[in-house]
């Protein structure tokens, strides 16, 4: 049965050519159609997109109510699968112990201790909680693991629940490994990564990661970060970073220099990292995670900055136990605008057509793709932000 969703006083579309004919350049950069309806095959595609007096019929209709309708939020970077609780540690912190990622220990050590069952019944409640705010897709990294067989369970894990998982097993230097972290190296890009894509490059992760930051004892510096990534690349993962979360350092850099598809946190950049960046537009976003600054009430990164200089600058949550233990973008959208000076427009795109680029999807409501869309309990996006904490979007079932 196709179905025609009226009732849509404002649709988002990220659709190129519908930009013209907008004065707001808001409104443009999101392809806004107003009183928009748009029909929802069989198959679950967007079969037609425009203005409610221009609809063909369909074999179901269901009315909206003058709400606006969003592409799903692309929520590119998580670290869902985990188990354990560390609440205290978020409490210590707001008291003025500061983060350096030694935490992350507390969560190995409870996911390893999971059962199958427990650790899969976990991210599932997670991504149900991040559809019900309007996530569609999501990709979920491992990295709490850190065994070789830890680690391919929680990707396994992943798989079941999204296609874009990512190996993070050079997360941090496990404590088992603390005087040994060139073994621990040689471990993630031999055996690790020999199982991972054992069974084909993309079978069990889409992607690899690496915490490089030279600030925390317990991450990769920029030649360990090195390594992963070109082993990671050689065996056919495309590459994501954790960059210049803590300080200044080579992430950035690095992740443009070798084609990685994101490079995420970016809060600590000199001139030369933003002109990297700049460079890289096309192939390397800058995935930004507010949440985290939010949560270790650290300084936010500057968006605003490299907007104006051309990068290509996405939105996610990195929901995790440590830093920042919010699934909500709406969250994230919300301080992107109020602590980063972002537009409401620039958000919402940043955390749709963006993050969904870094992730190699497209993210446009129109013909011939997936129907994956949020609707919002208001008349346009702006209440994103405008409503900060308020329960107003969802995932549309269609
Ligand atoms: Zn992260």
């Known amino acids: ?99 350096d990622g030694g935490g992350i220990a507390v969560s190995v050590a409870a996911t390893r201790a999971a059962s199958d069952d427990d650790l899969r019944a976990l991210v599932a409640s997670r991504v149900a909680e991040m559809r ?48 040994r972290r060139a073994a621990y190296v040689d471990l993630v890009t031999g055996p690790m990564l020999d199982a991972v894509v054992a069974d084909g490059p993309t079978a069990l992760a889409e ?68 002109e990297a960046l700049a460079a890289a537009r096309g192939t390397t976003v800058a995935t930004l995670l507010p949440g985290v600054e939010f949560s270790t009430r650290s300084p936010y990164p500057d968006a605003r900055a490299l907007i104006d200089a051309g990068v290509d600058v996405a939105l996610a949550s990195d929901c995790n136990p440590g830093t920042c233990y919010s699934s909500s973008i709406p969250f994230a959208i919300a301080l992107a605008v109020r602590e980063m000076g972002m537009t409401p427009a620039e958000a919402l795109h940043a955390a749709t057509a963006v993050s969904a680029r870094s992730l190699g999807l497209d993210r446009r409501v129109a013909p011939g793709q997936p129907a994956e869309l949020a609707v919002i309990d208001a008349p346009s996006h702006l209440h994103l932000a405008y409503r900060a904490g308020v329960p107003i979007v969802r995932a549309l079932d269609v």
């Not at 799903?72 to 912190?93: I, K, P």
């Not at 994101?262 to 000199?270: A, E, I, K, R």
Request: glycine share 12%; net charge negative.
């Open 207 to 274: 992607s690899i990661d690496v915490f490089c930051e030279p600030h925390s004892a317990h991450a990769f510096d920029g030649d360990e970060a090195r390594t992963v990534l070109e082993a990671g690349r050689a065996a056919g993962l495309s590459l994501r970073v954790h960059g210049n979360q803590l300080g200044h350092g080579p992430g950035v850099r690095l992740a443009c220099e070798l084609g990685a598809r994101s490079v995420d946190h970016c809060t600590f950049l000199d001139d030369a990292d933003v």
């Open 1 to 99: 049965m196709s179905l025609l969703l009226t009732g849509i006083a404002e649709l988002t579309t990220n659709d190129p050519e519908r930009r013209d004919g907008h004065t707001d350049p808001g409104d443009a950069l999101l392809g806004i159609v107003r009183d928009a309806a748009l029909v929802v095959s069989a198959a679950g595609e967007v079969e037609w997109v425009g203005p409610a007096a221009k609809a063909p019929a369909a074999d179901d209709r269901r009315d909206l109510g003058g709400r606006a309708v969003i592409p799903g939020f692309v929520d590119s970077h998580t670290h869902l699968v985990f188990a354990g609780d560390r609440s205290a540690e978020f409490a210590a912190r707001m008291t003025g112990t500061p983060y």
């Open 132 to 179: 019900a705010q309007g996530t569609t897709t999501v990709e979920i990294k491992s990295g709490y693991g850190l065994t070789l067989d830890d680690e391919l369970r929680s990707l396994r894990v992943a798989r079941e629940l999204t296609p874009h998982t990512t190996f993070l097993g050079a997360h941090v230097v496990p404590g088992e490994y603390a005087t």
